[in-house]
């Protein structure tokens, strides 16, 4: 064997998918004065974002970086935007007809360990989408303020009423490994992180029933189980900010990357459309994976986005052409407060000349 074919041989061992960090997406960087932003105030919202313990901040414009500030390529627990990430890969099944969203979870055999009733396994596929399948079962990951707020079993019929509901996000992953066969981590590297150029190397662990102060593992990715809760794990990501900004592109752009069409551009439409209204005096709806904020008097365009544990960010602003990631580094002890998010999305507003949203 010959120097070369031991090198080639030992990156294979070590690099687990060969070539695959020599593919990662590189995005231009411009002088925010190109687009309209002041450098003055980008300075000041930096000196704010350290002051609050931020991780990270992105602002993308034009599929160029305007704003880049803190580590955006140390990868955290994304928490909820999980869920916006699960969108992507049932818009592409759906869209090539693999799954059919009429299809109800007693069609399914889905069951739980409280037995649902005949009522809940009424709901289908597209309920658990817009969170409205009116199963109030406990579930993993849910957290305190979720559980406050969760209805009484039998309460409601399925899409009679919206409830952020892990139950529905985390069986639907396991119905789409269902009926794909194929784990949903694998699924999003093939159609999402490769074509992308993502630092995501699909490295995948299982973790059960973990303890109340235990630490996140140094993963891609993780399912956690509660067994004592549910039979359906919640699936957790670790990503970067660059990578976040890579999956909010594609859907600024449509779905569309290189040419190609990855996520269907209806599919997108369809989902960020409005189908429970979750703050009227924001205009704030929830969609199909996705909230939503509709067009009112202050915002003249639909836009889209998620968050996490209140403070982690994944804004979508097709009328701004922009897309917007914020990172606390929620995996250790940390400062950043939720009323400290809302000043900096206003900060961000007033750094762009116009304004617009």
Do not use: C
Not at 50 to 77: R, T
Not at 111 to 129: F, G, H, P, Q, V
């Amino acid at each position: 064997m010959n120097k070369l074919t031991v090198a080639l041989f030992l990156l294979i061992i070590f690099s687990g998918k060969i070539g695959y960090s020599q593919n990662q997406f590189q995005f231009e960087k411009i002088d925010p004065v190109e687009k309209g932003f002041s450098i003055n105030k980008l300075d000041s919202m930096g000196s704010f974002l350290e002051q609050a313990g931020s991780s990270s901040l992105m602002i993308i414009v034009d599929g160029k970086i305007i704003y880049d500030w803190g580590n955006s390529n140390k990868k955290l627990l994304v928490h909820s935007i999980r869920k916006a990430l699960l969108n992507s890969l049932y818009g592409i099944y759906i869209g090539n007809g693999t799954i059919d969203t009429s299809l109800t979870l007693k069609e399914l055999k889905i069951d739980d360990i409280n037995s649902l009733t005949e009522a809940e396994k009424k709901a289908t596929i597209a309920d658990l989408l817009k969170s409205r399948s009116g199963i109030y079962h406990n579930a993993a990951a849910v957290a305190e303020s979720m559980l406050k707020k969760m209805p009484e079993r039998g309460s409601h019929e399925p899409n009679e009423t919206y409830y952020y509901n892990n139950w529905d996000f985390n069986t639907l992953g396991f119905i789409l490994e269902k009926i794909t066969g194929e784990s949903l981590y694998d699924l999003f590297y093939q159609h999402i992180a490769q074509p992308l150029g993502m630092d995501f190397s699909n490295n995948i662990i299982t973790v059960k029933n973990p303890e109340e102060d235990w630490e996140i593992p140094d993963v891609d990715g993780f399912y956690q189980y509660e067994t004592n809760k549910s039979k359906y794990p919640a699936y957790h990501f670790r990503l970067t900010a660059r990578d976040m900004a890579l999956y909010g592109q594609l859907y600024l752009n449509k779905g569309k990357w290189n040419g190609k069409q990855i996520v269907p551009e209806k599919w997108i439409e369809i989902s960020t459309e409005p189908y429970s209204l979750t703050n009227e005096k924001y205009g704030i709806g929830y969609g199909m994976l996705w909230n939503v904020l509709m067009p009112n008097e202050n915002r003249g365009a639909k836009s889209f986005y998620h968050t996490g544990v209140g403070i982690h960010m994944l804004g979508i602003y097709p009328s701004a052409d922009m897309v917007l990631i914020h990172r606390v580094n929620t995996e250790k002890d940390y400062n950043f407060q939720e009323g400290d998010f809302y000043q900096m999305i206003s900060m961000v507003w007033n750094s762009k000349e116009n304004g617009d949203q």
